[in-house]
C-alpha cells in the first residue's frame, strides 16, 4: 500500500473508531445492566436473537459469531434464570436446540420495547431531515460493515451451504427471466464439473447464512468458466459481487486457467455491467445454453 494510501487508511479507521466509542456509550452497551433488564448487553443480546429465530446452538455460534465456550456460559445464565430452554433437536440428538420460555417471551418483549424506546429518544432531538440523514448513513453503514465482514469459503457444490445458495439464485431467475428458468437437471450436472480438481464453488456467508456464491469450471485448453454467480438482492451495491469476481478470477488463476469465460441472459443488467467494469470484453457464443445471451472473456494470466 503506497503512503497515500495507507495514511487515508488510518484516517478512516480512526472516524470508525470514534464512532464506536460514541455510539457504544449512548446506546448503553458500557452499562453493567443494558437498558435496566439486570443482564449486560452480551447476555441481552443471546436472549434477542433466540426469540428472533430461534436454533440450534450451532446456528446461533454462526450468526452471533461466539466461540462454543462463550455462548455456553451465555446460555447457562439465561437457563439458570429460567429464560431459555436448551434440549436435543428432534432431527438430531447431537445438537441442542434453543427455545424461550414463557418467562423468556415476557424478558424479550421488555428488551424490545426499552430498546425502541432508547433509539426513539436518541434521535428524538433531530429534525425530521436529519433523522432521515441518520437513517439513510446508518442503513449504508450498516451493510458495508457486514459486506467487509463477509467470509468467502470454498465448499463442496453438494454441500448444504451450496445447495441453499444455488436455491436462491435459480428462484431469482425464475422470477426475473421472461419465460421463467428451468433448472431441472442442470444443478446437478453442474456440481460435478464444480468440484475439484478442475472445478470449485465459493460461498459468502454473513451471520451464518449464505448471501452469494460462484463455481469456476473447465472449459479446456487453459480456459476456465464462471457459474452459477449470485448476490443476495439486498446485498447489491455494497461492492460484494465485485469482490467475489476477483475472487473467483483467483481461483481460476490457482487452478492453471489464464482466460476465464463467463454468459449472461440479458435481464441481469447489473451483472452485464458489473461484467464489462471489471475489464471482460464480448465474445462470440461459444455454449449453447439456451438462456445465454451475452458472452464475456478475460485474460488473467
Known sequence: MSEAG??????QSAVVRRFNRSYTQRVGALEESFLGLGMPLGT??????????????????ARLGLDS?????????????????????DDDRRRRRVRLTAAGRRAWDDLERRSA???????????????????????????????ATVTLEQVSPTSDEARAAVAAYVAELDERFPGGFDASGAVDADAERL????GAFVVATSDGAPVACGGVQALGDGVGEIKRMWVHPGWRGAGLGSRLL????????????????MDTNGSLVEAVAMY??????????????????????KRIA
Not at 495507507?6 to 484516517?11: D, G, H, I, K, Q
Not at 465456550?69 to 433437536?89: A, I, K, N
Not at 476477483?246 to 469465460?261: A, F, I, P, Q, S
Not at 455454449?287 to 451475452?294: K, L, M
Open 195 to 198: 468440484a475439484p480438481p478442475t
Open 6 to 11: 495507507a495514511s487515508e487508511l488510518a484516517e
Open 69 to 89: 465456550g462463550y455462548l455456553s456460559r451465555l446460555l447457562r445464565r439465561l437457563e439458570s434464570d429460567g429464560l431459555v430452554d436448551v434440549s436435543p433437536d
Open 117 to 147: 424506546e432508547r433509539a426513539r429518544d436518541l434521535i428524538a432531538p433531530l429534525t425530521p431531515r436529519q433523522r432521515a440523514r441518520l437513517a439513510a448513513a446508518l442503513s449504508d453503514a450498516d451493510l458495508l460493515v457486514r459486506a
Open 246 to 261: 476477483r475472487h473467483l478470477e483467483g481461483v481460476c488463476r490457482d487452478l492453471g486457467y489464464d482466460e476465464v469465460r
Open 44 to 61: 441481552a443480546r443471546l436472549l434477542y436473537e433466540v426469540g428472533v429465530e430461534p436454533g440450534t446452538t450451532r446456528d446461533l455460534r
Open 276 to 297: 464489462e467494469r471489471a475489464g471482460y470484453r464480448r465474445i462470440a457464443r461459444y455454449n449453447d445454453n439456451p438462456y445465454a445471451e451475452h458472452f464475456f472473456a
